[in-house]
């Protein structure tokens, strides 16, 4: 009698009809959360329970939860410090290492890997971040908000991607890339921003940790290590180096990102030849054989592609659905009765909404069309101005200097609450541009639209 096949369309013990039923109700959601534009839409959900939480008959319970203190306490010892502090300066590490990472691709293999190609968003992103500064310093140098000069430089690009996926095939491939590549260059901008002008006096002890951490990265690296975990006291370490020397901590992130080797050992090459050697030997394998095989096919399986780009598919929902959202969560419930229209902080919001609704749209396409007019970029590129006013929306990175720049106060809560006056303000006036002033896009850019975003 001939033997049935086992059924492998089922785990084992597992029960079909309950089985078919998770397939169907967990699919659509990983559908969702493999689109890039969601994580805008949970920024938003999250952003606008903070507000509303904020200025609630609650708001006692928003700031109480933010002040609740964590940490450790070993004898004497103990470092114990507020849950906003944590959110801030510890999850948005994991944040700006995936910055980092983006960084270190995109100059590896990506659109800034060669200087004709990074020539045009080069130059978009430098337009973005001086025209706003420039604006805003305009309406604040020589008052009390001037520090903030730094808030309205920067894009959000959950936000941004998110709003150029609602217009559809109005958006072609090229206005994509273009905003991939900027949004790139804009957050290594905010990153020298951070590191020059928000950080406090350097400390000597602080800056050696720091450093003896990088050479310990670069040891495992030279080691041939390649677990991830091998990687995490060095940068524990890191990240303690740059409190204690007095430069925002969360940078480590973006230096382990740019640490991270960008080239794959194996291959899609490489990992094919490996496994195919391996399955071949599997039916006749003892169990011992058969346990070093499958290490080996699993070690060619993590290694078909780089550290790069494995962290950043492990990392990305993370930071995307889980992060990003919290941060807005604790940061973004501004008090509206803590805000002030009046005086230095009247100057502060409209040097923000400014900055941000009119600089960045302003910087990006006259950049943009002095980039091209010098012989930047490739001929037939697209149009700019959608991409000009999406960049407008700041949110994540504004809201993150705008705390670096204002001590807690009406300056402070005022310039969160123009950042995200701005940043909706940026959102409607993109899609309107995109929907209903610029057309749809080419034919043949629609037809070849990719989502690199």
């Known amino acids: 009698m001939a033997s049935v096949p086992p059924d492998r369309s089922l785990p084992p013990e597992a029960w079909g ?51 609740q203190p964590i940490g450790v306490v070993i004898g004497d010892w103990g470092f114990v410090r507020p849950l906003h502090f944590w959110v801030n300066d510890g999850l948005m590490t994991v944040f700006f290492f995936v910055v980092g990472l983006e960084i270190r691709r995109e100059v590896y293999e990506g659109e800034l890997a060669e200087p004709r190609r990074a020539a045009v968003p080069f130059a978009a992103a430098l337009g973005g971040m001086l025209v706003p500064a420039a604006i805003y310093l305009a309406l604040n140098l020589g008052h009390a908000g001037a520090d903030g ?6 894009t959000d690009i959950a936000f941004a991607v998110g709003v150029l996926a609602l217009l559809g095939a109005r958006v072609s491939a090229g206005q994509r890339v273009l905003l991939l590549a900027l949004a790139v260059i804009d957050d290594i901008g905010a990153i020298v ?20 951490a990088m050479v310990g990265v670069l040891a495992l690296r030279w080691l041939g290590v390649r677990s991830p975990l091998a990687y995490v006291a060095p940068a524990v370490a890191m990240w303690a180096g740059l409190l204690v020397a007095g430069v ?10 740019l640490l991270t080797p960008a080239r794959s050992w194996f291959g899609p090459a490489g990992f094919a030849e490996a496994t195919a050697a391996h399955l071949d030997e599997l039916a006749e394998a003892s169990r011992h054989d058969l346990l070093t095989r499958l290490d080996a096919i699993e070690r060619a399986r993590r290694e078909a592609v780089s550290p790069v780009e494995h962290l950043l598919h492990a990392l990305h929902p993370v930071v995307a659905f889980g992060i990003m959202p919290l941060f807005a969560l604790a940061n973004a419930g501004v008090a509206l009765d803590g805000a002030d229209l009046s005086g230095a902080p009247l100057r502060v919001f ?11 749209p302003l910087g ?9 007019a010098l012989g930047g970029g490739a001929a037939g590129a697209p149009p700019v101005l959608v991409v000009g006013l999406v960049g407008g929306i700041g949110f994540t990175m504004s809201i993150f200097i705008a705390q670096l720049a204002f001590p807690p106060g009406p300056l402070l809560e005022t310039a969160k609450l123009a950042v995200l006056v701005a940043s909706g303000t940026a959102s409607l006036a993109g899609l309107a541009v995109g929907r209903w002033g610029s057309g749809a896009a080419p034919a043949v850019a629609a037809a070849t639209t990719e989502d690199h975003g």
């Open 17 to 67: 009809r309950a089985r078919r039923a998770a397939v169907r109700l967990v699919s659509p959601l990983q559908r969702f959360l493999a689109v890039e534009a969601a994580s805008g839409v949970v920024l938003i959900v999250a952003a606008l329970i903070a507000l509303g939480w904020a200025n609630s008959p609650w708001r006692d319970a928003y700031a109480w939860l933010w002040h």
């Open 149 to 154: 000069w730094g808030v309205p430089m920067a």
């Open 193 to 212: 921003v951070i590191a020059l002008f928000y950080s406090a006096g350097i400390d000597g002890v602080g800056l050696l940790v720091m450093v003896g």
């Open 248 to 257: 925002h901590p969360t940078l480590a992130g973006v230096v382990l990102g």
């Open 350 to 360: 409209l040097g923000v909404l400014a900055g941000l609704v009119v600089g960045k």
């Open 364 to 372: 990006i396409v006259l950049a943009t069309k002095a980039a091209r």
